[in-house]
């Protein structure tokens, strides 16, 4: 199995962090402008991207410290039973975010594709947290020329 993984330190509480991973209005704040469905441990997010995009089932939450949903559905097909974690702790001055994209099949360049593309909400999610200007898709940094 091959995973990406990401660290990031963001100048905001880790309530606040918590809060942009586990409702619609925070992860519209940084992921896609599209979400619906985030709730509590059972319910399936759906985030679109222009009318498509994939579905994750929350399967576990613990207050300020993790968040974990497990792919759900068929699409993206490479997802197919990947997990996403999201892990934080502060240091009093900013919270990490230790972010994790596991159980992928193979090492692809869609793999490379999602990781550098991790990297960028990531990037929006801080930015969202310190400036309260995250770029959610389609404001997004695109990485690919097309």
Same mark, same amino acid.
């Given at each position: 199995?091959?995973?990406?993984?990401?660290?990031?330190?963001?100048? !905001?509480?880790?309530?606040?962090?918590? #809060? =942009?991973?586990?409702?619609?209005?925070?992860?519209?704040?940084?992921?896609?402008?599209?979400?619906?469905? !985030?709730?509590? +441990?059972?319910?399936?997010?759906?985030?679109?991207?222009?009318?498509?995009? @994939?579905?994750?089932?929350?399967?576990?939450?613990?207050?300020?410290?993790?968040?974990?949903?497990?792919?759900?559905?068929?699409? @993206?097909? =490479?997802?197919?039973?990947?997990?996403?974690?999201?892990?934080?702790?502060?240091?009093? +001055?900013?919270?990490?975010?230790?972010?994790?994209?596991?159980?992928? #099949?193979?090492? &692809?360049?869609?793999? =490379?594709?999602? &990781?550098?593309?991790? !990297? +960028?909400?990531?990037?929006?999610?801080?930015? =969202?947290?310190?400036?309260? #200007?995250?770029?959610?898709? @389609?404001?997004?940094?695109?990485?690919?020329? &097309?």
């Amino acid at each position: 199995m091959h995973e990406i993984s990401h660290r990031v330190g963001i100048k !905001a509480s880790v309530e606040k962090i918590y #809060q =942009a991973l586990t409702t619609n209005e925070g992860l519209t704040q940084w992921w896609t402008n599209d979400v619906s469905g !985030a709730g509590s +441990v059972g319910s399936i997010i759906k985030f679109r991207f222009n009318g498509g995009g @994939p579905d994750f089932k929350v399967t576990e939450l613990e207050p300020n410290k993790t968040v974990r949903w497990q792919h759900s559905g068929n699409m @993206p097909e =490479a997802w197919v039973n990947t997990e996403i974690s999201f892990q934080l702790s502060t240091d009093g +001055v900013q919270t990490f975010v230790r972010f994790s994209h596991t159980n992928w #099949q193979e090492c &692809s360049d869609f793999m =490379a594709h999602c &990781s550098t593309k991790w !990297a +960028v909400f990531l990037l929006s999610l801080k930015s =969202a947290m310190e400036t309260n #200007q995250g770029k959610p898709f @389609p404001n997004d940094i695109s990485i690919d020329h &097309s």
